[in-house]
């Protein structure tokens, strides 16, 4: 299995196609653009049916070996094993299975409506970042360790991705991690998870601004290929490849779990602010996994909402960004929206570099077809199922209520947003699968704005908010981003 960039054209210097572990530990192509594999494995009803009896951690050996196919199968199988574990997705609730990793929960079932959430967020974060990031995080030490080599990792966060990745990461060999958030627009629970960290490896940066500036400093270093070279700079954000396609896996297994038989097909509803979750989806449709529609399910911050009813896709500026009470998805620039648009344009390198070209220069593009549009190819993606809504504050409390008085399960802010529009989505003999974004207690205000009554914690987090925090803050000055990472690499600047 090979990889291209989506922006690959005659003139680009990453036309030659890669290898897995050639992309493993970066992010953005030297050209800008993301890697995608040249074309998508493709799965038989034949495996599927294998699968279903399958582990989680032998499932995802399984998917992973047909994009890492440069990685021994030996090696793979015991990365993944020793990732998806019942110790390290130990957080299950009381009447879930912790040997299940992503357990089902049937909300409703009827002929006309069946409604599953599918919990992602077991890992030691509490969130459904862990799920790809634990992976990540043995990975590169692997290929760290094979070639006696380091790492210095630099990446953004509206949240969730910053912890999960910490976590993963600390006290590996070889590996630092320098770790950008929006200061002071996360909640407590998030903030204290990543500040209260003490390892020497671990360095958290608060940017005086929005997730989207703390992105664009991670995209601006990345380009800088020199400076990325010298200084050894990966990524973990969805950008990364490894990361995406280690969440195919969870639509593979809540497919398999929700069915009995391969030509039954089922619905997935996804709360998505960087498109990289939803993005996984795709790709498990892509391979040929039985999925009817993808639902994106998006806040007050609605570009991605917008670009799907409308076909035009409009960034929002920094001001224009709310900061909302599913901070994790208070972002106006998709990253990982460029996988999908290349696919939409027909696989053309040339025509997606203008297009996101043309998202720096003038802010976004319109794919609608109408006078003076940048084209027609809006009316493609019904081929694709996606299908998008978007949720508020007063949605996400009324949801949050309805499940807990429905269900007794207190769900977070951004599974609200989920299970909000899912239910607008939902067609008869059809399951709709939500996807879990994280545990409540990590959203408290909101839970206790809605419920009138704290989130339960699991064991080792009741004082979370109390511990000491080391953080420094920062403006969104990429001169001075580079320079602090140098100072605190050891290598030469």
């Known amino acids: ?30 050209d800008g653009g993301l890697y995608l594999p040249e074309q998508y494995p493709q799965v038989t009803s034949a495996e599927l049916d294998a699968w279903r009896k399958l ?29 998806y574990t019942p110790e390290v997705y130990k957080n299950a609730r ?11 929960r049937v909300l409703e079932q009827s002929p006309e409506r069946t409604l599953i959430l599918q919990g992602l967020s077991n890992g030691p974060t509490l969130a459904f970042k862990d799920m790809a990031m634990q992976l990540l995080g043995n990975l590169f030490e692997y290929a760290l360790a094979k070639n006696g080599d380091e790492l210095n990792i630099f990446g953004a966060t509206s949240g969730d991705t910053g912890s999960a990745a910490e976590y993963a990461m600390r006290g590996k060999r070889g590996i630092r991690v320098f770790m950008l958030s929006p200061h002071k627009k996360m909640s407590a629970f998030q903030t204290a998870q990543m500040f209260s960290l003490q390892d020497p490896n671990i360095h958290n940066i608060a940017v005086e601004g929005v997730f989207d500036d703390c992105q664009d400093m991670v995209k601006a270093v990345s380009n800088d290929l020199e400076f990325k070279v010298r200084q050894k700079i990966g990524t973990v954000n969805s ?22 038989s391969n030509d039954q097909k089922v619905s997935f509803t996804v709360p998505s602010g ?8 795709h790709i498990a449709r892509m391979m040929g996994l039985p999925i ?7 806040n007050e911050n609605n570009v991605l909402d917008e670009f799907f009813r409308t076909g035009v896709y409009r960034v929002r500026k920094s001001s224009e960004t709310y900061h909302t009470s599913s901070p994790s998805m208070d972002i106006s620039k998709a990253s990982n929206f460029e996988r999908f648009v290349y696919d939409l ?5 040339d025509r997606t570099h203008a297009l996101f070209r043309k998202v720096d220069t003038h802010g976004g593009f319109d794919l609608s077809g109408a006078p003076g549009s940048d084209g027609d190819e809006f009316k493609l993606v019904a081929n694709y199922g996606f299908q998008s809504g978007c949720s ?12 807990f008085d429905d269900y007794g399960i207190t769900i977070d802010t951004h599974t609200a947003d989920g299970i909000k529009v899912a239910r607008e989505h939902v067609e008869p003999g059809v399951p709709m699968i939500v996807l879990e974004t994280a545990l409540a207690a990590k959203f408290n205000e909101t839970i206790l704005e809605a419920l009138g009554t704290d989130a339960a914690r699991p064991a080792g987090f009741e004082d979370i908010e109390t511990l000491p925090q080391r953080f420094v803050v920062m403006q969104p000055n990429v001169a001075e981003m580079k320079q602090f990472i140098a100072a605190h690499t050891g290598l030469a600047k």
């Open 239 to 260: 950008i990364n490849w490894a990361r995406v396609v280690a969440q195919v896996v969870y639509y593979f297994r809540g497919y398999l779990s929700a069915t009995t």
């Open 274 to 281: 960087n498109f990289g979750n939803i993005c996984a989806g």
């Open 1 to 30: 299995m090979q990889y291209v960039s989506t922006r690959a054209t005659s003139a680009s210097a990453a036309r030659n196609p890669q290898q897995f572990s050639d992309i493993l530990l970066g992010g953005l192509a030297p």
């Open 392 to 403: 508020t504050h007063e949605d996400r409390l009324a949801t949050i209520r309805d499940v």
């Open 345 to 349: 344009v027909g696989r053309d390198a």
């Open 94 to 104: 009381a009447d879930e299975s912790a040997s299940q990793i992503t357990p089902l």
């Open 55 to 83: 582990s989680y951690a032998e499932l995802a050996y399984e998917i992973l070996r047909k994009f890492a196919t440069d990685i021994p199968d030996a090696d793979l199988k015991a990365l993944t094993a020793k990732t």
């Open 292 to 298: 009817a529609k993808l639902v994106v399910a998006t």
